[in-house]
């Protein structure tokens, strides 16, 4: 596998150079200046991608720990003749294993098992403990591998703080090559402040596993232990040139994990709730989400096959309990997934439902995130035990009536476990990318290395497509008997697609707001390996035509549109963009540039448009990646 970007140099050391003092001595930095060469401050930036949070509380929460932890190592090396065994190697070592260690831990629901509010209400807590256990993996060689003089000719001891004049170090002979795993947790208060000890200590099986981590003892560190590990081997794999997602080995995503994170997207970006006129996908009470059943369950299917997931139940009764199984919904008095309710608006309109009860902590992590509860009222029947009936749908004139559901069947599915789902590397969208846009993000992945790669993002991105356009509603009049055609003022409005502009105008600013806001809530990543948009030039490159195809695999319905004006969903997309007057033109006045990507053992040509403002996308600028070039005008126009 590829090694990281070019600009990325182990040796000499990247940290900025000092001169030294007579003797050897080597004058002590700040952490500002250990941590401000452009690589750590590109390591420093994915840690904060990956951790999607506030920069407020990304400073309390990390970077306050990263930069005790630089000013604690300062330019000490991680190891004597192995891996990042240069000056500033045990700073470039431990942001290396923060980043992939919360890699590994995206991927996980954690605690494993347990229910959807308490792997919401701990979600920070074991990403943070995930990241602190990635520092004090090796920090205890500093403790007992490693002799630090200091120029008073004193010894420095790394418990009594961090080192405050010229120093020079050299390897103790004859060591214990596996002391340092227990004498890491001589540091810990020289790392994490009280506060943060505090916090994680309420969370009891979490506080037990990081205590076998600062002790070294990873074999009793649980999930953590695992995740410490393979980013460990990853940090190695890549510094010693090897292939760090094999040393990973792409940790496979839980089920729990794939099903939930459909359900956010599509309640988030797909689903009406709340509708006051009535029909809507769904109703958010003070306690629970409440979805109709059988179109919450078809377009949830439809989301994991378009995410290359094996094993989905075709029918709806299996698949009801795969959902029971992986705690998802909440069942019944009679433990069943199915609930019957009626709901009215208190304005004439009112229907029944058959409903899955879902936890709101599982979709709004944040509850100032939530919508405000229904303003009408759902009321739940008594013995809720109506999972046989079958439901009816507001259905587009002219089609087939909905079929009956069959009776729900108690079955059990032999799920794979949460750790054992598909690797994100095997998995397989229903709709191909070409090949010119494989080669494209293969380019991409090959030349700016591993580290920087987000969660394979154009094959199991949460906010990837639900494979269904249509925003089917499943709802039982009461006027009516079960099963026949629904009225007609559910038909026309309620399948409208809110995601489809009806204009080019309202298209082009549809797109532009897409990408602000999937950047802003690290859905786009920037700057990564299968990145769509990049820094360069100081504003922001959009590589096409990979941007404006991923916006049409989240809006399916814009290829109908494209087909009536006998073009493509993407090249729909590309001309409304242009019509914005966004961009930069050449100097040939055509719109499209090639830019250059170097790489290790290669360069590759990237055609981009280049946009006039970047603040259009973000809100501070972020640095141009050193990897990106522009070197001439593209020849051509419009892809």
Avoid at 380 to 396: F, H, L, W
Wanted: charged residues 20%; proline residues 8%; hydrophobic residues 35%.
């Amino acid at each position: 596998m590829f090694q990281l970007l070019s600009w990325i140099s182990r040796k000499p050391s990247p940290t900025p150079p000092t001169k030294a003092a007579p003797g050897g001595f080597i004058p002590p930095l700040s952490s500002m200046e250990l941590l401000g060469t452009p690589r750590r401050r590109q390591l420093l930036e994915n840690i904060w991608q990956r951790a999607s949070l506030s920069k407020q509380q990304f400073e309390e929460i990390y970077r306050r720990p990263l930069a005790n932890y630089a000013e604690l190592v300062q330019q000490l090396p991680a190891s004597e003749n192995h891996h990042h065994a240069h000056p500033g190697g045990m700073i470039d070592h431990g942001l290396e294993i923060v980043a992939y260690a919360l890699k590994v831990r995206q991927t996980y629901l954690l605690p494993i098992g347990a229910a959807p509010e308490s792997q919401s209400a701990q979600a920070e807590a074991w990403s943070a403990a995930a990241a602190y256990g990635a520092l004090a993996h090796d920090i205890g060689k500093i403790v007992v591998d490693l002799q630090v003089e200091l120029q008073d000719g004193s010894t420095w001891h790394p418990w009594n703080g961090p080192i405050n004049q010229p120093y020079r170090f050299k390897y103790v002979k004859s060591r214990e090559y596996q002391l340092h795993g227990a004498a890491s947790a001589l540091l810990i208060h020289q790392l994490l402040p009280r506060t943060a000890l505090d916090w994680l200590s309420r969370f009891p099986e979490l506080w037990a596993q990081l205590i076998y981590l600062f002790a070294g003892q990873y074999e009793h560190a649980g999930i953590l232990g695992e995740i410490i590990v393979k980013a460990d081997q990853a940090s190695v794999a890549q510094e010693l040139g090897g292939n760090p997602d094999r040393a990973l080995a792409a940790p496979k995503q839980s089920l729990q994990r794939q099903l939930a994170d459909g359900l956010r997207f599509l309640v988030k970006d797909k689903f009406k709730l709340n509708q006051p006129g009535g029909p809507s996908d769904g109703w958010l009470t003070q306690d629970a989400l409440w979805l109709v059943s059988k179109p919450a369950a078809d377009q949830l299917r439809a989301y994991l096959l378009a995410q290359g997931i094996e094993g989905v139940p075709s029918s709806n009764s299996p698949f009801f309990n795969m959902l029971q199984d992986q705690a998802v919904i909440q069942t019944n008095a009679e433990d069943k997934a199915i609930w019957t309710a009626t709901v009215d608006n208190g304005a004439g309109w009112r229907n029944k439902f058959t409903l899955l009860k879902i936890a709101p902590a599982l979709i709004w992590t944040d509850a100032a995130e939530r919508p405000s509860p229904y303003s009408g009222s759902l009321v739940i029947e008594d013995g809720t035990a109506s999972t046989e009936k079958p439901e009816t749908t507001c259905e587009i004139p002219n089609e087939p009536a909905e079929q009956q559901q069959a009776p729900e069947t108690k079955m059990t599915l032999h799920q794979p476990e949460p750790s054992v789902a598909k690797p994100a590397n095997e998995t397989r969208a229903i709709a191909k990318p070409s090949t010119d846009d494989q080669e494209e993000t293969d380019d991409l992945y090959a030349l700016l290395g591993n580290i920087n790669s987000p969660l394979e993002e154009l094959e199991t991105s949460h906010d990837s497509p639900a494979a269904s356009p249509t925003n089917t509603r499943g709802e039982e009049n009461l006027q009516q008997p079960l099963g026949t055609k629904e009225p007609t003022d559910c038909a026309p409005e309620a399948i409208e697609d809110v995601f489809m502009p009806s204009r080019s105008t309202d298209l082009g600013q549809g797109f532009v707001g897409w990408m602000k806001s999937g950047i802003a809530a690290r859905r786009l990543f920037i700057n990564d390996t299968k990145a769509l948009v990049h820094t360069v030039d100081g504003t922001a490159m959009l590589v096409t035509p990979g941007i404006f195809k991923r916006y049409v695999q989240e809006h399916p319905e814009l290829e109908k549109q494209a087909q009536a004006k006998e073009t493509t969903g993407w090249k729909l997309v590309q001309r409304a963009f242009e019509k914005q007057g966004l961009h930069r033109k050449t100097s040939k006045n055509l719109n499209i540039w090639t830019i250059k990507v170097s790489g290790p053992r290669k360069t590759k040509e990237l055609k981009a448009y280049l946009l006039q403002d970047p603040k259009l996308l973000f809100p501070e600028q972020p640095l141009d990646n050193p990897s990106l070039t522009v070197i001439t005008d593209a020849e051509g126009g419009v892809e």
